[in-house]
């Protein structure tokens, strides 16, 4: 059988999203938009950029079908393009991570060492008989574009002054970005210093709404 293509051009194909992920500023753009869509300058003072290299980098990835863009007035507002390109960014961190000794250094030098942690399942049973309290450490504006239900929305930089809002005879799980965020681990740090019973969600909010749209979990 004869066709008109070439088994290289289809990998070359595929290969423009393999690029486009190598790159460590286009990963931080990724696992920022899996948690809110964001403008071009939003992205760049999240990350540091300039705003000249941030728009390269999201052209990159829109190239690669990995954002999308909307024009929200005289902006343009990126957001992860769906599902399948989360499903790509999370399974390429998860595979880093397993394979790859030095992303384990670097991630325990930035988060810090371990907390405990709570499983999915324990959680979404917990939460069924109400007896923890779920909080998302995560900036108010990722809070409000898609939150776990029944999370309360208390940021990692206002915990200190708003602990008194938690319940004292519960105790609280924390959640964040995911597993490369340090924001969970200083939650817990900072309650159990307290005196506060705390653990920390082994995932965060992107696996764990990927986890939802698969059907593998509710929490009615």
């Known amino acids: 059988m004869r066709t008109g293509g070439t088994k290289q051009a289809v990998f070359e194909a595929v290969a423009v999203m393999g690029k486009a992920l190598a790159s460590p ?21 999240l990350t540091g950029q300039n705003v000249a290299n941030a728009s390269q980098h999201l052209q990159v990835l829109h190239g690669a079908g990995l954002v999308e863009r909307e024009r929200d007035g005289n902006r343009v507002r990126y957001a992860i393009s769906g599902d399948q390109a989360l499903r790509v960014s999370l399974a390429l961190a998860e595979a880093a991570s397993a394979q790859l000794a ?103 909010w992107p696996e764990w709404s990927l986890a939802q749209a698969d059907g593998k979990l509710t929490t009615a």
């Not at 500023?25 to 760049?44: H, K, Y």
């Not at 979404?124 to 939150?147: C, I, M, T, Y």
């Not at 519960?170 to 965020?181: I, L, Q, S, T, W």
């Not at 200083?186 to 019973?197: C, D, N, S, T, Y």
């Open 102 to 204: 030095e992303v384990e250094r670097a991630a325990r030098s930035y988060v810090g060492d371990d907390t405990e942690e709570v499983g999915r399942e324990e959680l979404v049973e917990r939460l069924r008989r109400g007896d923890v309290v779920l909080v998302d450490v995560r900036p108010a504006d990722e809070f409000e574009s898609g939150h776990i239900d029944g999370a309360r929305s208390i940021p990692i930089d206002e915990l200190e002054r708003r602990m008194d809002e938690l319940p004292a005879d519960a105790e609280v799980v924390a959640y964040c970005r995911g597993p490369f965020c340090a924001y969970a681990n200083a939650a817990v740090r900072q309650l159990q210093a307290r005196g506060r019973p705390a653990r920390r969600l082994k995932e965060g």
């Open 25 to 45: 500023a286009r990963l931080e753009f990724l696992d920022l938009l899996a948690q809110a869509p964001r403008t071009v300058n939003e992205l760049a003072q």
